[in-house]
């Protein structure tokens, strides 16, 4: 099997003058292609300190971070963004949509960095708008959206690159229990499709849908282990 995910001792300080917060302190971690992960742990264990150095959002004190064959430690921020851009996609708790753009174009966007021509951006936003089941919403605004329709569109958003990975830092957060599960079954069906999805949350209910659980305290690992994936409720 091959990892799209290698990390060797990686570890994440903050400064604050002299004072140093050891927030990630030597996490090393395979993740293979197509697997299923839960992140859990206490608020503060570096849930989401790891899930943006694993997206390229930010970069490690030190340690070795391999994202599918490139060595992004050792990345300046241009080649970081770039390998970000392709090998990435991210939803965020708060679906963080650009509020101006449609349903469309929000999930076309990252093909214009991307270098797509405009017709063809289209066309792709339109496929995976189908495959979240939101084409009739498509030129709707994100205030003219619920907040299940949003995460839709995010969800959409960062498959339409084709990523080596999918980052999800607590998507249901803002959700209620029924939209929650219905995200997690489009989470489900992009597994499905052979994606590899890296999901963080609090809740039992929603880690059930991984295949592996892997828990983090106070910045080291605490537990790693593979189950049987519970039939949804
Ligand atoms: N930019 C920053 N500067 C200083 N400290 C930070 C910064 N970002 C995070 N921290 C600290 O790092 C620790 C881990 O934060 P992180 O956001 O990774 O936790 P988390 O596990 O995602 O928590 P939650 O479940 O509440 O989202 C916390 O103590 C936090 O205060
Ligand atoms: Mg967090």
């Known amino acids: 099997m091959s990892a799209v995910i290698h990390l060797e001792q990686i570890r994440k300080s903050y400064f604050m003058g002299k004072q140093e917060l050891q927030v990630l302190k030597g996490i ?12 859990m742990g206490p608020s503060g264990s570096g849930k989401s300190t790891l899930m943006n150095i694993l997206g390229c959002l930010d ?10 064959g490139h060595d992004v430690s050792k990345m300046a921020d241009n080649d970081l963004a770039e390998v970000r851009n392709k090998e990435i996609g991210f939803v965020f708790q708060q ?41 009739e919403r498509s030129h709707h605004k994100p205030n003219e959206l619920s907040g299940g329709q949003c ?19 607590e998507p249901t957060g803002n959700l209620d229990t029924k939209t929650s599960y219905e995200i997690m079954s ?26 592996r659980i892997i828990r983090l305290r106070d ?9 049987e994936q519970v039939e949804p409720v």
């Open 28 to 39: 090393s971690l395979d993740i293979n292609r197509n697997e299923y992960v839960a992140l």
């Open 59 to 68: 970069s490690p004190t030190s340690g070795k971070y391999i994202l599918n």
């Open 95 to 135: 679906f963080n949509l650009l509020p101006r753009l449609t349903a469309l174009e929000n999930v076309a966007l990252p093909l214009i960095y991307a270098g797509i021509p405009k017709k063809q951006r289209l066309d792709m936003a339109n496929e995976v708008l189908k495959k979240v089941d939101l084409t």
């Open 151 to 169: 995460q839709r569109v995010a969800i959409a958003r960062a498959l339409v690159n084709n990523p080596s990975i999918i980052l999800a830092d």
């Open 186 to 211: 489009i989470f489900q069906k992009i597994h499905d499709d052979g994606n590899t999805v890296v999901l963080v949350t609090h809740e039992d209910d929603i880690s059930k849908y991984a295949k």
């Open 219 to 227: 910045g080291v690992l605490e537990s790693d282990r593979k189950h």
